[in-house]
């Protein structure tokens, strides 16, 4: 005879199976075991943590090593994620940044604050702070050469097609205009050194500017990141009228396809090898002598393999000096750039993430932009 809890676990195991349940239903990872069972919904082990943290929307307990009441488990089956997601999302912007497993604890823990304890998505008037098309505040920004936090005013504006700030708080003229066509924001906690770090560029003079800022509040901080992708939303929609928004959001904002440390090498590639912080923004590999630089040293363009852009692990044998052991070459219609990975992973990590725009042909706008590199002196 099976005892009442082998009944109820049972039960649950079913609702697992039901379609929606199968994936956590706020980060997407697949086969979650874990159940809140006041939200009903089934989430994987890292979102049930910040369910814990918000005892009074939800409470959570494991699938398979907590017992269960059969009127706790009655409920997760009248509910389930996909109910869950008719309730607490019925009006998520189109904009709106929705977070996937892989991203940093502030985007995961601010979607479920946003959904269950504040119900912005439910409740419009509260998706003001980022639907508005202007939101000024203050942000803590990285001083440019001596690494400081300081307070800075920010005003993002959809009408003037820019974000801005200010160094003096009674300041006229903005210390920077950055024009939201050219605007990306990626958070990089890690290598800013604060949970809610957040790393905006843009170009000026076809040029890569970073700035690093962040607010204490976490909602604030990722206000501002999706005011940023609502901007750059309704600036394309403008460009490109007829497209749909299923094109659109995958180019508001871009998280980097890697960065890391590689030594590098000059054109004539008899300079020696100089270790640098790389970072590969789509077609655009940058580097920089500190990876909080505001501003690349260089930028090497990588097209795809019909406009004779190839990538090849190892160095041509001819090279010279002391360098790492792991070679990339990446070779373009101009010349050969030459790069050296501390360890055979990072090399094949490298090699993958050239290889990926690589084999991608080449879209119209981004000719322009080779054209650029090819002209550079
Ligand atoms: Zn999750």
């Known amino acids: ?58 409470r959570v307990k494991s699938v398979t090593l907590d017992g269960w009441l059969a009127a706790e488990v009655e409920f997760l089956a009248s509910t389930g994620n996909n109910a869950a997601k008719d309730k607490y999302e019925p009006k998520v912007p189109p904009f709106y940044y929705r977070p996937t497993h892989t991203d940093c604890q502030l985007l995961r823990e ?62 006229r003229e903005p210390k920077a205009i950055m024009k939201i066509h050219t605007l990306n ?16 560029t843009y170009l000026k003079d076809n040029s890569t500017r970073n700035i690093f800022v962040y607010h204490e509040d976490g909602k604030e901080t990722v206000d501002w990141f999706n005011a940023i992708r609502a901007a750059r939303f309704h600036y394309l929609q403008v460009a490109y009228p007829g497209a749909n928004d299923a094109d659109l959001v995958p180019k508001l904002t871009r998280n980097y396809i890697k960065e890391g440390y590689m030594e590098k090498t000059g054109p004539k590639q008899t300079e020696g090898f100089k270790k640098r912080w790389f970072t590969m923004d789509d077609r655009r590999l940058m580097y920089f002598k500190d990876p909080l630089d505001a501003y690349a040293r260089g930028e090497v363009f990588i097209g795809s393999k019909e406009n004779s852009y190839t990538v090849l692990p190892g160095l041509p044998p001819s090279t010279q000096g002391n360098h790492w052991k792991f070679g990339i070459t990446i070779v373009t219609p101009d010349r050969k750039f030459l790069f050296a990975c501390e360890t055979e992973e990072e090399q094949k990590d490298w090699i993958a993430a050239f290889q990926k725009v690589v084999n991608r042909p080449m879209l119209p706008q981004e000719y322009a932009v080779e054209a650029h590199f090819k002209h550079k002196p």
């Open 1 to 58: 005879m099976a005892t009442e809890q082998e009944k109820i676990k049972r039960r649950l195991q079913e609702l697992l199976e039901r379609p929606g349940n199968g994936n956590c239903v706020d980060c997407g990872a697949a086969d979650p075991d874990w159940a809140s069972f006041t939200l009903g919904v089934f989430v994987c082990q890292r979102c049930s943590g910040i369910h814990r943290n918000i005892p009074q929307i939800s």
């Open 110 to 171: 601010q979607w479920i604050r946003a959904r269950y304890e504040r119900k912005e998505f439910v409740h419009v008037e509260k998706q003001e702070p980022y639907s508005a098309g202007y939101r000024e505040g203050f942000l803590w920004k990285r001083g440019r050469d001596n690494g400081q936090f300081l307070s800075r005013k920010f005003i993002l504006s959809e009408r003037e097609g820019a974000l801005k700030y200010f160094n003096k708080h009674d300041a």
């Open 185 to 200: 924001a990626t958070f990089q906690p890690a290598k800013i050194g604060n949970p809610h770090g957040l790393q905006i």
